[in-house]
């Protein structure tokens, strides 16, 4: 028996500077694969075939607004921002921690500034759209996502590297 791990620290970077004490959550890009239904000739039902990955997005907030994320408002470079999301996941039976960290190159695709009231905690929240994606588990890669590149490496296994080197892509 095992107790889960649990979120209990985190920090994000942004282009390398820290947000230490700014940033309140970030939603990670969610893995989704687009797959479509296909029955052929034969075949007694339908099957989902793989035609790659969907678009990935993150979200996150901080609690206030931002300039250096204002400034990279409308980057040209579909990879133009980087972005680091590194957490702290425990085990509270064991004490053992987990170092997680997402890397995500893209760039901003909503800036939320919200309502601001006098008094009061104002959230900033920040829609990034996903080029490139890095998910590091206790300082080994296991998904790597490079969209303009064509790769999709799962713990160590590039899975398109057939398909590219098919078309003469090495």
Partial sequence: MGLPRKLKDLMLFNSGAAYVGQVASFTLPK????????????????????????????????????????????????AGVGLRFACAYQQDDTGEVDSVEVEVRGRHEEIDMGEQKLGEGGEFKVKTAIAFYRLVWNGVTLIEIDVLAGTLIVDGIDRRAELRAAIGIY
């Fill in 31 to 78: 893995l989704t694969r687009k797959l479509d239904d296909w029955r052929g000739g034969g075949m007694d039902g339908v099957i989902k075939i793989d035609l790659g990955s969907e678009a990935m997005e993150a979200e996150w907030s901080t609690g206030g607004p931002m300039r250096d994320v204002l400034a990279q408002y409308g980057v040209v470079g579909v």
